[in-house]
């Protein structure tokens, strides 16, 4: 299969002038020994000629204005980034540093005793017992608490 495409290519090449002068005298030997090449090449000059005949008038006529403009605008350099992407972009960080300061605003927060209570533990590492104010203390600390005391 790669072969018959090789052939192919070296045929259109050579059909099309662009094979160096070497090759072009090998694939045309080549063609001199097998009928079937020769028949394929046959038919490939046959069509270009035909596409010729029939799309040579055009060449001559000038290309639509319409064409012209789009190859222009092409031409013009792009922005970096669209606009309407930059929107999106900055929308969604809006939405994201909303969404952070507003759970920063609403997050329910510690009571004070909670490191009132820490740094008088460490104050006294002889294990002297500290009195603290359950009331300012979460449910699991103190379990926590009485559990450590009881071991």
């Keep these: 299969m790669t072969e018959k495409l090789d052939i192919d290519l070296?045929?259109?090449?050579l059909l099309d002038g662009a094979l160096e002068t070497d090759r072009a005298?090998?694939?045309?030997?080549?063609?001199?020994a097998?009928?079937?090449l020769a028949a394929r090449y046959a038919a490939m000059r046959s069509d270009k000629a035909m596409l010729k005949?029939?799309?040579?008038?055009?060449q001559e006529?000038?290309?639509?204005?319409?064409?012209?403009?789009r190859i222009e605008e092409s031409r013009r350099p792009?922005?970096?980034l669209p606009?309407?992407?930059?929107?999106?972009?900055?929308?969604?960080?809006?939405?994201?540093?909303?969404?952070i300061a507003g759970y920063r605003a609403l997050a329910p927060r510690e009571p004070a005793g909670i490191v009132d209570a820490a740094l008088a533990a460490r104050?006294?590492?002889d294990g002297q017992e500290i009195a603290v104010n359950d009331a300012n203390l979460p449910k699991a600390v103190l379990n926590e608490t009485k559990r450590r005391s009881v071991s």
Excluded: C, N
Excluded at 25 to 32: D, P
Excluded at 53 to 58: A, H, K, M
């Design 10 to 13: 070296e045929l259109s090449a």
């Design 25 to 32: 005298r090998a694939v045309e030997t080549r063609l001199a």
């Design 34 to 36: 097998d009928a079937r």
């Design 53 to 58: 005949d029939l799309y040579g008038p055009l």
């Design 61 to 69: 006529r000038p290309l639509p204005q319409a064409w012209l403009s």
């Design 78 to 80: 792009k922005p970096l």
């Design 83 to 99: 606009w309407h992407l930059a929107g999106a972009i900055a929308a969604v960080l809006l939405v994201a540093l909303g969404a």
């Design 123 to 125: 104050a006294h590492p």
